[in-house]
């Protein structure tokens, strides 16, 4: 590959660091658009490494909770790096696996999956951190 076209963004790990999901006895019918669901990030830096966790909470009251917590640490490699700068790819790159693991865990007997749809990562961090300030 050429070199000028790699990313200088590496994944060296990507887990589940947290799953829980709580399912109560109760349930009636209810629409994809009735459930809450909310994002939060967290980063730290170190040298040239980047650890980042994406968190997703998906409840509906009464019939369900769902915390999924991926964690992952990247390195950023080349010339001066700044790690800070690439937290919207490093979170871009994590996203499809906390969707996928959403989608799985609500795929259960008479649930109806969550299917989140692809995002404008960009967007959705402005959302929620706007979100926050206003709460």
């Known amino acids: 590959m050429v070199e000028s076209i790699k990313s200088i963004l590496k994944l060296d790990e990507l887990f589940f660091s947290e799953i829980v999901f709580e399912r109560k006895d109760s349930f009636s019918d209810y629409s994809e658009d009735d459930v809450d669901i909310g994002i939060g990030k967290d980063y730290n830096i170190e040298g040239n490494t980047l650890g980042v966790k994406l968190a997703i909470r998906a409840c509906l009251p009464d019939h369900f909770d769902l915390k999924v917590v991926v964690s992952a640490k990247f390195t950023v490699s080349g010339d001066n790096p700044k790690p800070e700068m690439f937290v919207k790819n490093a979170i871009a790159i994590m996203f499809p696996y906390i969707?996928?693991?959403?989608?799985?865990?609500?795929?259960?007997?008479?649930?109806?999956?969550?299917?989140?749809?692809?995002?404008?990562?960009n967007a959705l961090i402005e959302y929620y951190e706007n979100k926050n300030k206003n709460e």
Request: charged residues 15%; without cysteine; hydrophobic residues 40%.
């Open 99 to 121: 969707r996928s693991e959403v989608t799985l865990l609500t795929s259960q007997p008479n649930l109806k999956p969550i299917m989140i749809p692809p995002v404008n990562i």
